[in-house]
């Protein structure tokens, strides 16, 4: 059992940055695969980018070349830099973990979730 816990969320206007972080907590807590996902109201929840253990990183099209993930795996940490931010950006993001997946940026493939942080972008 792992405990994933965001934080680092915030409002801000388009074109500034946030940093989040996941503290991961229990047994075996940096799972091999670790990813952010978000969830804006009335959309489906989608993959943002996944990093695995052994460093290679995943990003979707819209975010890609604006988020940068990286992990301290010591820390038990993984963050999410946010830069260039839109307001399509805006979401509640959730961290999650598992062993293994074939789809590192599907929902579906990842058991473990935290309860997630909001970010809110103005224009």
């Known amino acids: 059992q792992v405990q994933l816990v965001e934080s680092g969320g915030g409002s801000v206007e388009a074109g500034g940055s946030l940093s989040l972080s996941c503290v991961a907590s229990?047994?075996?807590?940096?799972?091999?695969?670790m990813a952010w996902f978000r969830q804006a109201p009335g959309k489906e929840r989608e993959g943002v980018a996944s990093?695995?253990?052994?460093?290679?990183?995943y990003y979707s099209d819209s975010v890609k070349g604006r988020f940068t993930i990286s992990q301290d795996v010591e820390k038990a940490t993984m963050y999410l830099q946010m830069d260039n931010l839109k307001p399509d950006d805006t979401a509640m993001y959730y961290c999650?973990?598992?062993?293994?997946?074939?789809?590192?940026?599907?929902?579906?493939?990842?058991?473990?979730w935290g309860q997630g942080t909001q970010v809110t972008v103005s224009s």
């Open positions: 229990g047994y075996q807590a940096m799972r091999n695969y």
């Open positions: 999650a973990a598992d062993f293994s997946v074939r789809l590192p940026l599907e929902a579906g493939e990842y058991k473990s």
């Open positions: 990093i695995l253990r052994g460093g290679a990183t």
